[in-house]
């Protein structure tokens, strides 16, 4: 399946740093900016609606990010 949003070059870069770090290290990296990007937009801009969107996404990629390596074992 094709990410139709990502240009070779940014999946590359994903791919690399899936291999420097791991699986996890990146999910967790993803919850983090997640939160942040909720934070921005909920202090910035009082839009409360949006921020909550990226807050469920962060909870969804932490879920993500405990199961997944787990199951890839790494």
């Known amino acids: 399946m094709a990410n139709r949003d990502l240009t070779q070059a940014e999946r590359d870069t994903l791919e690399a740093l899936v291999d420097s770090a791991n699986l996890g290290a990146v999910l967790e990296a993803l919850v983090e900016i ?5 934070e921005h937009i909920r202090t910035n801009w009082q839009d409360r609606e949006t ?19 787990h199951a890839l074992n790494c």
């Open 51 to 69: 921020a909550r969107v990226w807050d469920t996404g962060a909870g969804r990629v932490a879920r993500a990010a405990v199961e997944i390596p």
């Open 34 to 38: 997640c939160g942040e990007k909720a």
